[in-house]
């Protein structure tokens, strides 16, 4: 057996990816960029109208515009990239999926499409402007929650094939560590089923309610259980997102990984504490104590640990690479990192917004200065940098390597030079919007929120140049969209053909094997459900014990 | 696991100023009773125009340059929508919402607060500039949301 699969890697590292892997992450992709196209479109609708530049049509309206946004980037756009993408981080470092979890990346697939269509095709009817967090008794059509389940049935079908590909592989080889990028994989994807159980919960409530099987819903427990899912879905993507900053950027630069039992920690602490930090998200909120809120303070900040280990070691690593390579003094390294390659540049510039992006977060966990900001515009600005730039731009650069290598083909220096030019138009257009966004947000601007003066009240006529800033940078963003989505089709179908390396990075030659605990996942599994209940069961068997009469639907738009 | 020398100090000094934010926080809400509005109180959402206080939605004086607000939030519009007060005037809001959850925020301050049905919600804030403030709803509750605001004049 043990012969038999080594004779499988060598014959997959000869001839590269698995073909039938490869189609599926390419269509993965595909459909991706196309709802990242569709999305875009949207925010740029958004940012005119929001800036007072555009009014939209009363049956396409903003609020129509903000709700299909949300959902096609945050939910699909990300979900797509996710699966794909792990799929084949799995397909290359497993030594190719087994049918099984091939098949069910497939019926993922179908089910997030037919959730899509359902929910897009409600949101165009005007039958469900209730934008992403559809909080209740804001009531939309049923078919926009079954379109809802449907998405989340196929984000687990996804998981159970991850995690069904992680144990085969075990199973065969008996008393090794699963590759580090699949380990991430597992982290990831357990943490996203962590993450999705309360929303679903939630969902399943809502449904009957929608029909008019039941009358009422309790509001405030919907609410914590859309929170529970929905800060940890943040942290699922950004989980993405570091996976390939930990294990590719390393070889793009030419170095090693910098430790591989510290990227496992990271990733078994972020499983572990990152349910909880959603819980932020009510701060101002009635109905719990502040006692519990400033429990809660804690449970949010100690997400921020695992991200300081890797600000270390990502630095670390670029570090010791140019120190390698002949760099003098305190920063003579960074001007040995490749800055004109657009495989490194976009994870670097997704790297140094995680700076601000991490301290704004951190800052608006208090309590207090939570309250400052507070559905302001800031929010609204911390999630265009946190996800729009450090997640997405990531994302992007892992695309001018992936691709090719699953297509066969070669990033051409032409398409690098566009890939900078795309790099550098989406951060100078998310430095507009996300920095008007902030500033603007603390002189109280709201966000979800179309044009508006409050009949020219003087204080909202204040905010309008900033507004238009705003604007800006979402028409960047959208020159950003398209010539991203022009670049992965082009490598898709366009670049000429080569061999491209899945860039993994090796570890030091001096590095110790990571020790056996990390594997324990079932101890992993015990602690976060642990952390968990430690955020949750108070609050929410108090909300269902101690409940207000429930609310009926309310259809306001 | 061993850690760097250098990255012990980098985590410890992480840690430090993540624990030093906590202490700030919990000396702000329990020794200054600056914490988040976090009214526990309840009422049958239904009900909000036939319970008391909000059967009688207004402004009054309540003590020495101190007000109690009773106010009641809809789409899309607060109940009393032009409030004024002098200036000092210590201003306890009291807040319930007939329908779907609304925010109350009031531009410049730092009043925020998330308003949800079948809860009452309570914030404090003393006026001591002389103006006119904006209060605006800052979740979105429907077609109107935009148009959903209300003014404290302080004289």
């Given at each position: 057996m043990a012969a038999k699969e080594t004779f499988k890697e060598k014959t997959n590292k000869a001839l590269g990816v698995n073909p039938d892997d490869a189609r599926l992450t390419l269509t993965y992709f595909s459909l991706a960029f196309i709802v990242l196209f569709i999305g875009g479109t949207l925010g740029l609708l958004q940012g005119l109208n929001r800036a007072g530049l555009l009014e939209l049509p009363a049956w396409f309206n903003y609020y129509q515009v903000l709700t299909a946004h949300g959902i096609l980037l945050i939910l699909i756009f990300t979900a797509l990239f996710m699966v794909g993408y792990f799929y084949a981080a799995m397909s290359h470092t497993l030594g190719g999926l087994i049918s099984k979890v091939r098949k069910m990346g497939w019926i993922a697939l179908g089910l997030m499409l037919i959730g899509t269509v359902l929910v897009v095709t409600t949101v165009v009817m005007d039958k469900?402007?209730?934008?992403?967090?559809?909080?209740?008794?804001?009531q939309a059509s049923p078919w926009f929650y079954i379109g809802l389940v449907f998405i989340v049935f196929g984000v687990w079908t996804a998981t159970l094939g991850v995690f069904t590909n992680a144990a085969s592989w075990k199973k065969r080889n008996k008393?090794?560590?699963?590759p580090l990028l699949s380990f991430f994989a597992v982290g990831a994807f357990l943490l996203l089923l962590f993450g999705s159980i309360g929303v679903t919960i939630e969902v399943l409530t809502l449904i009957p309610w929608a029909f008019g099987?039941?009358?009422?819903?309790n509001v405030m427990l919907s609410r914590t259980l859309f929170w529970s899912f929905g800060h940890t879905l943040v942290n699922v993507w950004y989980f993405t997102t570091i996976s390939a900053w930990y294990v590719i950027v390393p070889r793009l630069i030419g170095g090693r990984l910098f430790s591989d039992t510290l990227a496992r920690v990271v990733v078994i602490l972020l499983v572990i504490l990152?349910?909880?930090?959603?819980?932020?998200?009510?701060?101002?909120?009635?109905?719990?104590?502040e006692g519990l809120k400033f429990m809660h303070v804690f449970m949010s900040l100690s997400i921020a640990f695992p991200s300081l280990m890797t600000a270390f070691a990502m630095f670390a690593v670029f570090e010791r690479t140019g120190r390698k390579k002949g760099a003098k003094g305190l920063l003579g390294w960074v001007k040995k990192?490749?800055?004109?390659d657009v495989r490194f540049l976009a994870p670097m510039i997704a790297m140094i917004a995680f700076i601000p992006a991490g301290a704004g977060g951190i800052a608006q966990t208090n309590n207090q200065l939570n309250q400052v900001v507070h559905n302001s515009l800031w929010i609204t600005g911390h999630f265009h940098l946190t996800v729009g730039t450090t997640v997405v731009l990531t994302f992007f650069g892992i695309m001018y390597w992936l691709i090719p290598h699953l297509t066969k083909r070669e990033l051409t220096p032409k398409i690098n030079k566009l890939g900078i030019i795309q790099t550098i138009t989406w951060t100078v257009g998310m430095l507009f919007m996300a920095g008007a966004m902030h500033w603007v947000g603390l002189l109280g601007s709201p966000r979800?929120?179309?044009?508006?003066t409050y009949g020219d009240n003087a204080t909202a006529l204040d905010w309008d140049p900033y507004l238009f800033f705003l604007a800006i940078g979402g028409t960047l963003l959208f020159i950003g969209v398209i010539l991203m989505v022009y670049i992965v089709f082009h490598l898709m179908f366009k670049a000429p053909k080569g061999n491209t390396v899945f860039p993994i990075a090796q570890p030091e030659d001096d590095a110790s094997t990571p020790p056996?605990?990390?594997?324990r996942w079932g101890l992993w599994v015990v602690l976060a459900i642990a952390v968990i209940s430690m955020g949750y069961l108070v609050p929410i068997v108090d909300l269902v014990v101690n409940a207000p009469p429930g609310s009926p639907p309310f259809q306001t738009w | 696991m061993k850690l760097h020398r250098y990255e012990e100090i980098w985590l410890i000094l992480g840690v430090g100023i993540l624990v030093l934010s906590m202490v700030i926080t919990g000396y702000q809400t329990f020794?200054?009773?600056?914490?988040?509005?976090?009214d526990t109180a309840q009422i049958d959402p239904q009900k909000v125009n036939e319970t008391a206080p909000f059967d009688n939605p207004g402004v009054f004086e309540v003590g020495e340059n101190e007000y109690e607000v009773v106010m009641t939030l809809q789409a899309f519009g607060f109940t009393p929508n032009e409030i004024e007060v002098p200036a000092g005037a210590e201003v306890t809001f009291i807040m319930t919402t007939e329908d779907v959850i609304h925010g109350f925020q009031i531009a410049g301050t730092n009043v925020n607060a998330m308003v949800v049905p079948g809860r009452i919600q309570t914030i404090t804030e003393t006026f001591d500039e002389p103006g006119e403030y904006l209060i605006l709803c800052n979740?979105?509750?429907?077609?109107?949301h935009q148009m959903m605001s209300a003014t404290i004049t302080v004289h």
């Amino acid at each position: 057996m043990a012969a038999k699969e080594t004779f499988k890697e060598k014959t997959n590292k000869a001839l590269g990816v698995n073909p039938d892997d490869a189609r599926l992450t390419l269509t993965y992709f595909s459909l991706a960029f196309i709802v990242l196209f569709i999305g875009g479109t949207l925010g740029l609708l958004q940012g005119l109208n929001r800036a007072g530049l555009l009014e939209l049509p009363a049956w396409f309206n903003y609020y129509q515009v903000l709700t299909a946004h949300g959902i096609l980037l945050i939910l699909i756009f990300t979900a797509l990239f996710m699966v794909g993408y792990f799929y084949a981080a799995m397909s290359h470092t497993l030594g190719g999926l087994i049918s099984k979890v091939r098949k069910m990346g497939w019926i993922a697939l179908g089910l997030m499409l037919i959730g899509t269509v359902l929910v897009v095709t409600t949101v165009v009817m005007d039958k469900a402007t209730v934008l992403y967090t559809f909080y209740p008794p804001m009531q939309a059509s049923p078919w926009f929650y079954i379109g809802l389940v449907f998405i989340v049935f196929g984000v687990w079908t996804a998981t159970l094939g991850v995690f069904t590909n992680a144990a085969s592989w075990k199973k065969r080889n008996k008393g090794k560590h699963l590759p580090l990028l699949s380990f991430f994989a597992v982290g990831a994807f357990l943490l996203l089923l962590f993450g999705s159980i309360g929303v679903t919960i939630e969902v399943l409530t809502l449904i009957p309610w929608a029909f008019g099987w039941t009358e009422t819903v309790n509001v405030m427990l919907s609410r914590t259980l859309f929170w529970s899912f929905g800060h940890t879905l943040v942290n699922v993507w950004y989980f993405t997102t570091i996976s390939a900053w930990y294990v590719i950027v390393p070889r793009l630069i030419g170095g090693r990984l910098f430790s591989d039992t510290l990227a496992r920690v990271v990733v078994i602490l972020l499983v572990i504490l990152n349910v909880p930090g959603g819980f932020h998200h009510q701060i101002v909120d009635p109905g719990f104590t502040e006692g519990l809120k400033f429990m809660h303070v804690f449970m949010s900040l100690s997400i921020a640990f695992p991200s300081l280990m890797t600000a270390f070691a990502m630095f670390a690593v670029f570090e010791r690479t140019g120190r390698k390579k002949g760099a003098k003094g305190l920063l003579g390294w960074v001007k040995k990192l490749p800055w004109g390659d657009v495989r490194f540049l976009a994870p670097m510039i997704a790297m140094i917004a995680f700076i601000p992006a991490g301290a704004g977060g951190i800052a608006q966990t208090n309590n207090q200065l939570n309250q400052v900001v507070h559905n302001s515009l800031w929010i609204t600005g911390h999630f265009h940098l946190t996800v729009g730039t450090t997640v997405v731009l990531t994302f992007f650069g892992i695309m001018y390597w992936l691709i090719p290598h699953l297509t066969k083909r070669e990033l051409t220096p032409k398409i690098n030079k566009l890939g900078i030019i795309q790099t550098i138009t989406w951060t100078v257009g998310m430095l507009f919007m996300a920095g008007a966004m902030h500033w603007v947000g603390l002189l109280g601007s709201p966000r979800r929120t179309s044009y508006t003066t409050y009949g020219d009240n003087a204080t909202a006529l204040d905010w309008d140049p900033y507004l238009f800033f705003l604007a800006i940078g979402g028409t960047l963003l959208f020159i950003g969209v398209i010539l991203m989505v022009y670049i992965v089709f082009h490598l898709m179908f366009k670049a000429p053909k080569g061999n491209t390396v899945f860039p993994i990075a090796q570890p030091e030659d001096d590095a110790s094997t990571p020790p056996k605990w990390t594997e324990r996942w079932g101890l992993w599994v015990v602690l976060a459900i642990a952390v968990i209940s430690m955020g949750y069961l108070v609050p929410i068997v108090d909300l269902v014990v101690n409940a207000p009469p429930g609310s009926p639907p309310f259809q306001t738009w | 696991m061993k850690l760097h020398r250098y990255e012990e100090i980098w985590l410890i000094l992480g840690v430090g100023i993540l624990v030093l934010s906590m202490v700030i926080t919990g000396y702000q809400t329990f020794a200054q009773g600056m914490g988040p509005p976090s009214d526990t109180a309840q009422i049958d959402p239904q009900k909000v125009n036939e319970t008391a206080p909000f059967d009688n939605p207004g402004v009054f004086e309540v003590g020495e340059n101190e007000y109690e607000v009773v106010m009641t939030l809809q789409a899309f519009g607060f109940t009393p929508n032009e409030i004024e007060v002098p200036a000092g005037a210590e201003v306890t809001f009291i807040m319930t919402t007939e329908d779907v959850i609304h925010g109350f925020q009031i531009a410049g301050t730092n009043v925020n607060a998330m308003v949800v049905p079948g809860r009452i919600q309570t914030i404090t804030e003393t006026f001591d500039e002389p103006g006119e403030y904006l209060i605006l709803c800052n979740e979105y509750c429907g077609a109107g949301h935009q148009m959903m605001s209300a003014t404290i004049t302080v004289h």
